[in-house]
C-alpha cells in the first residue's frame, strides 16, 4: 500500500516537472467515434455505367484513376473486372429531397447512375447539375421521405494543423473513416483555372472522391477530389476543393443545371519581388494586369495593362488566383469598386461585371494554365524584346514552376512565333490554335530568344 502511494506521488512530480496541464485546461481528443456515428448516414456510395460500352474506370481504379491520367499522366493498375465495367466514388446528401454533391469526373460521360445510402437502399440517379471548370456536380435521387443533411462549414476559418476527418468508399469498401490534418490551403494542382485545393494527410484514395472533408464541429468543409501518388495509394498528400467554392455553385447547378460566372475582361499574373520594386510597391501583391480585352469590363471601366489590382469588392487581392475566384463567383451585371496601383498611386475604379463565355479567348486561357504559361499580345511595350520589332508572336510572361511549360525550356521573355508549325500573329491566333489542341499529345513551339530562335517540344498533360 505504502509503495503505491510512493509510485503515486512520484508520477505525479514528474507530470508537474514535465508541465502536464491542470485537467481544466488540458485539449481533449477528438472524438472520431461520434462523429462517425453522426456523419457515415449522410455519406453515400455512387456507381455509374459507362455510357459508352468498355470505356470508363476499373472497380480497382475508381474515379482518382481518370483524375490523375488527366493532371498528372499517370494511370493506376488495371484489375480484371466483368464489361461493361463500374465506377465507384462517393457524395454527401446536401437537400432532404435526395440532392447529392460529389466530383464532376465521378459521373461525366456516364449512365445509369446508382446512389447506395447507409442504410443499404440503392436508388437511381439523375445529374442535376454539372461544373467541370471546379469539378463539382449535383446529382438527384427520388425518395418519399426526407434525407438527413450535412452542416456545410466555413472552410475559410480552416487553420493549418487542424483536425479532420475524410469519409468515402475507398477501392469500394463502403463508409470507410480516415483522419488527419490540414496540411496546407490555397494549393495550385493545374486541375483548372480555379485551383485552390485544401492539402490534408487523411488518407484519400480512389473511391473517395466526391466524399467529405469534415472538421471536429462535423461540418463539411471541403470535396475529396485528387491525390499526389506514384503507385496509386496514399502517401499523406490529398486535395479537396473547399466548400466556400462549391457553396456558391450549389444555387446555380440546382435550378440552372450549370454555372454562369462574372467576367471582367484581364490576363492577370502575380506580382513578384522583382515586379514589385520596378513598380515601386512595397510589398510584392496583388494581381499584375497582363492585358485588357477590348470591349471588356475592364476597359470600359478604364483598367490598363501594368495596372496592379489590390482591392475587388472590398476583398483585398493578395494574389492573382485570389480575383480570379472572386470575379468568377461575382454578380452578372453587378457595378463593383476596384482599387488599383498605377504608376505607384492608387486609383478608384467601378467595373459593371459581364457574363464569362465559354468562347476561344476563355478556352485559350484555360489551356494556357494547363500549359503552365501566361502570354501577352506584343505591342510596344515590348518593343525593346528580341523578336518583337516586327510584332509577330506573343510574349510569355509567366511559366508556373513544375508546368509542362517549364519542362519544356519555355522561359519568361521568349516570343513564340508556331505552334505545330502553325505561324502566330497573336493572341487571337494563339487562342484559336490552343483550343484546338489535343490532351496528351506532343506540342512543337518555335519561340524567339534574345537573338536565337530555337523549337521546344512539350507534352499537353492529360
Not at 446528401?93 to 460521360?109: A, L, Q
Not at 443533411?149 to 493549418?160: C, K, P
Not at 494556357?368 to 510584332?391: C, H, I, K, W
Not at 509542362?404 to 521568349?414: C, F, K, M, Q, S
Request: aromatic residues 4%; glycine residues 12%.
Amino acid at each position: 500500500m505504502r509503495g503505491r502511494a510512493l509510485a503515486a506521488v512520484f508520477t505525479a512530480a514528474v507530470l508537474l516537472a514535465a508541465g502536464t496541464p491542470h485537467a481544466s485546461t488540458r485539449m481533449d481528443l477528438p472524438d472520431f467515434v461520434t462523429l462517425s456515428k453522426q456523419l457515415r448516414p449522410l455519406v453515400v456510395h455512387i456507381s455509374s455505367r459507362p455510357s459508352v460500352p468498355g470505356s470508363g474506370s476499373s472497380r480497382e481504379e475508381g474515379p482518382f484513376g481518370d483524375f490523375w491520367q488527366r493532371f498528372f499522366g499517370e494511370r493506376l493498375p488495371r484489375g480484371p473486372v466483368p464489361s461493361p465495367r463500374r465506377s465507384v466514388g462517393s457524395g454527401f446528401i446536401v437537400d432532404p429531397g435526395g440532392f447529392i454533391v460529389t466530383n464532376d469526373h465521378v459521373v461525366e460521360d456516364e449512365d445509369e447512375l446508382t446512389v447506395k445510402l447507409s442504410d443499404g437502399s440503392e436508388h437511381r440517379a439523375r445529374v442535376a447539375g454539372r461544373d467541370p471548370k471546379t469539378d463539382i456536380a449535383l446529382i438527384k435521387i427520388d425518395v418519399e421521405r426526407k434525407l438527413p443533411v450535412v452542416r456545410l462549414g466555413d472552410s475559410a476559418a480552416l487553420e493549418v494543423g487542424e483536425w479532420v476527418l475524410a469519409i468515402g468508399n475507398p477501392f469500394g469498401l463502403e463508409h470507410t473513416v480516415t483522419s488527419g490534418i490540414v496540411s496546407a490551403k490555397g494549393r495550385r494542382i493545374g486541375a483548372g483555372p480555379y485551383d485552390n485545393f485544401i492539402q490534408t494527410d487523411a488518407s484519400i484514395n480512389p473511391g473517395n472522391s466526391g466524399g467529405p472533408l469534415i472538421n471536429l464541429r462535423g461540418e463539411v468543409v471541403g470535396v475529396n477530389t485528387a491525390i499526389f501518388s506514384r503507385g496509386g495509394g496514399n502517401i499523406g498528400i490529398g486535395f479537396a476543393i473547399p466548400i466556400n467554392l462549391v457553396k456558391g455553385l450549389l444555387p446555380q447547378l440546382k435550378d440552372k443545371g450549370k454555372v454562369t460566372r462574372g467576367w471582367l475582361g484581364v490576363v492577370i499574373e502575380d506580382v513578384n519581388a522583382e515586379t514589385a520594386a520596378a513598380l515601386g510597391m512595397n510589398e510584392a501583391q496583388g494581381a499584375l494586369v497582363a492585358n485588357v480585352t477590348q470591349g471588356s469590363p475592364a476597359a470600359a471601366a478604364g483598367c490598363r495593362v501594368g495596372d496592379v489590382i489590390v482591392r475587388f469588392d472590398g476583398a483585398a487581392i493578395k494574389k492573382s488566383s485570389d480575383l480570379s475566384l472572386i470575379v468568377a463567383r461575382t454578380s452578372v451585371g453587378k457595378a463593383v469598386d476596384v482599387m488599383v496601383l498605377r504608376d505607384g498611386r492608387p486609383v478608384s475604379l467601378t467595373v459593371r461585371i459581364g457574363k464569362l463565355r465559354d468562347d476561344e479567348a476563355m478556352v485559350a486561357l484555360e489551356r494556357g494554365n494547363e500549359l503552365g504559361l501566361t502570354v501577352r499580345e506584343m505591342n510596344r511595350q515590348f518593343s525593346g524584346v528580341p523578336g518583337a520589332q516586327d510584332r509577330q508572336g506573343v510574349v510569355v510572361t509567366g511559366v508556373e514552376t513544375g508546368s509542362p511549360a517549364e519542362h519544356a525550356g519555355i522561359r519568361v521573355g521568349d516570343v513564340i512565333l508556331e505552334i505545330d508549325r502553325k505561324p502566330i500573329g497573336g493572341l487571337r491566333d494563339f487562342g484559336q490554335v490552343v483550343s484546338e489542341l489535343t490532351k496528351g499529345s506532343g506540342i512543337l513551339f518555335l519561340v524567339k530568344r534574345e537573338d536565337t530562335t530555337l523549337f521546344l517540344a512539350l507534352r499537353f498533360p492529360r
